[in-house]
């Protein structure tokens, strides 16, 4: 599976949008991006995933660019509950193969 | 409701023992998975199943092992081998062959050997 690449740490005030960036410059055609979080001392929780197509649901959004080689994920208005660790992750279609987790980007929220 | 229920949330044991985790879900799902996760860290691979009666090793199945007898069940031993158990340890399901369909996660066992 293709690595990933997030900054370690982002801080967005209450309300904004939460632009969340993950680079992801080694990914085949075949390979969907997945973006879970996961709030402390709790399993990860699913948001989205995509193949090249931006993605819209309850939670977020999610852009990916043409080339495929990066992604966005937007929280339209962060509220102090999304504080949490968002992973971005890379899986192959091949089978049903596990998710491999880099160490995220730790999101702070702040009234 | 449908879920994955891992018991317990919080486990104790003495160095030298075996322990089992337990992983149970009721979502009809065909592929379970194990992953443990330390301090500050990512969560890492321990065993995986895709289908009933055989699993594969994940990236640090030393010192771990797994049975998949029954679809809903995927418990997990910790055996005395392991030479740094306590972790925080979270089992996954997801419901289909193929890379369009999210793992769902339990809220995890956090184990502690002393």
């Known amino acids: 599976d293709a690595k990933t690449t997030q900054p370690p740490s982002m801080d967005c005030a209450e309300g904004r949008a939460a632009n969340l960036p993950c680079n992801h410059s080694?990914?085949?055609?075949?390979?969907?991006v997945y973006w879970y979080r996961q709030i402390h001392s709790q399993g990860p929780q699913y948001i989205i995933h995509g193949l090249k197509n931006n993605e819209t649901n309850e939670m977020a959004s999610l852009i990916i660019t043409e080339d495929r080689k990066s992604s966005t994920l937007i929280l339209p208005h962060a509220t102090l509950r999304d504080t949490a660790v968002y992973y971005c992750?890379?899986?192959?279609?091949?089978?049903?193969?596990?998710?491999?987790f880099g160490k995220g980007t730790r999101l702070s929220v702040i009234a | 409701d449908g879920g994955i229920t891992q018991s317990p949330k919080y486990l104790f044991r003495k160095e030298g023992q075996n322990v089992t985790l337990s992983c149970e879900q009721n979502l009809n799902h065909d592929a379970m998975y194990w992953y443990r996760q330390d301090p500050g860290q990512g969560l890492r691979l321990i065993y995986y199943?895709?289908?009933?009666?055989?699993?594969q090793k994940g990236d640090i199945a030393e010192g771990y092992s797994v049975s998949r007898e029954k679809k809903e069940s995927f418990p997990l031993t910790v055996t005395s081998a392991q030479k740094n158990p306590t972790a925080f340890y979270l089992c996954a399901s997801s419901p289909r062959q193929g890379a369009d369909s999210p793992l769902h996660f339990g809220n995890g066992t956090r184990l502690t050997v002393t």
């Open positions: 080694t990914i085949s055609g075949n390979e969907y």
């Open positions: 992750i890379v899986r192959s279609y091949s089978g049903n193969t596990p998710l491999v």
């Open positions: 199943s895709q289908i009933v009666n055989d699993f």
